[in-house]
């Protein structure tokens, strides 16, 4: 007797109640202060009930930190799910794209106070995604695990400070053209095989 395949629904159930509140917070925090907002503006945003927000997240800050480790998980592997084969070590241009597309919301967690404390979070995110891409590249010198982390968690501060000036200039360039100087500056690091002077 075969066995009948077991339904699906439960976890898409979840994943839309993850998303409705999600959005709920990603739209409030662009109309008011972080501080101002309450669980049930976020409930009454996202058409959830107070128990099932509670199923899910302890509190809206909560939510709001899940929001940020999901899409950093997302964007920092990007490339290695795609099985990209570019020397791209960073998907610069799509994550670039997404903030200019955001820059309001980027501009709301400026005046929340919390736009530092994502951008600490988002160098570990991305040095991990870094690192794997780097283990994976051919074209990369050969290096000492003791040495490729610290290069990863460089590449990543590199890429999130490049960042940082682009908004602060108003993103003028377009994000592939960032994409290429980011990747210019990689791989001129990463090919140099010049030993450092000691101090």
């Known amino acids: 007797m075969k066995r009948s395949r077991q339904p699906r629904q439960p976890?898409?159930?979840?994943?839309?109640?993850?998303?409705?509140?999600?959005?709920?917070?990603?739209?409030?925090?662009?109309?008011?202060?972080?501080?101002?907002?309450?669980?049930?503006?976020?409930?009454?945003?996202?058409?959830?009930?107070?128990?099932?927000?509670?199923?899910?997240?302890?509190?809206?800050?909560?939510?709001?930190?899940?929001?940020?480790?999901?899409?950093?998980?997302?964007?920092?592997?990007?490339?290695?799910?795609?099985?990209?084969?570019?020397?791209?070590?960073?998907?610069?241009?799509?994550?670039?794209?997404?903030?200019?597309?955001?820059?309001?919301f980027i501009q709301a967690l400026r005046r929340s106070g919390r736009l530092n404390d994502n951008f600490e979070l988002a160098q570990g995110y991305f040095a991990r995604g870094i690192e794997q891409r780097l283990r994976a590249l051919s074209g990369v010198p050969s290096l000492r695990d003791s040495e490729l982390r610290p290069r990863a968690v460089a590449l990543a501060g590199s890429f999130l400070s490049l960042m940082r000036w682009w908004l602060d200039r108003g993103a003028k360039e377009s994000p592939q053209a960032m994409d290429k100087l980011f990747h210019q500056m990689v791989w001129k690091g990463l090919r140099q095989d010049r030993p450092c002077p000691t101090p």
């Open 11 to 104: 976890d898409e159930r979840v994943r839309r109640t993850r998303y409705q509140l999600g959005q709920a917070m990603f739209k409030l925090i662009q109309e008011k202060p972080l501080d101002r907002i309450t669980v049930q503006d976020v409930l009454d945003r996202a058409g959830v009930g107070r128990s099932t927000f509670y199923v899910h997240f302890r509190s809206k800050n909560d939510l709001l930190l899940s929001q940020f480790e999901e899409g950093l998980e997302m964007w920092s592997t990007l490339l290695s799910k795609n099985h990209e084969t570019s020397t791209r070590v960073a998907p610069v241009a799509e994550f670039f794209g997404h903030a200019a597309s955001a820059k309001r």
